[in-house]
């Protein structure tokens, strides 16, 4: 399994827009990234106090995992975020090593 996370950071005084801006994100994201093979979970989330959004998934495979750097609703999300003040990092894609299921 391969879990895959995207980060960003962002001024405090853009809170309000960044965290409107990702809520808003689902509309479009949401059937997309449920519709691509290999999709085991998803998480979108916000820190305000620390100025930090992320958003980590976890795949079957490494394959499935890159899948979302082409899909164009996430590709069309990353400007508008940017345009809310968030500066995101690289991309990293992530072999699991090991797991705590409770």
């Known amino acids: 399994m391969i879990i895959r996370i995207s980060t960003g950071s962002f001024p405090a005084d853009a809170r309000a827009e960044v965290e409107g ?4 994100s689902q509309d479009s994201l949401r059937a997309a990234i449920s519709a691509l093979p290999g999709l085991i979970h ?5 820190d305000g106090v620390a100025g930090r959004v992320v958003n980590v998934s976890v795949w079957d495979d490494a394959v499935h995992a890159r899948a979302m750097d082409g899909l164009a609703q996430m ?17 990293t894609n992530h ?3 090991w797991t705590i299921t409770p």
């Open 75 to 91: 590709r069309a999300q990353r400007p508008i975020l940017q345009a809310a003040g968030v500066s995101f990092e690289p991309i």
């Open 95 to 97: 072999e699991i090593v």
């Open 21 to 24: 801006a990702l809520v808003a």
């Open 42 to 46: 998803y998480y979108a989330g916000i």
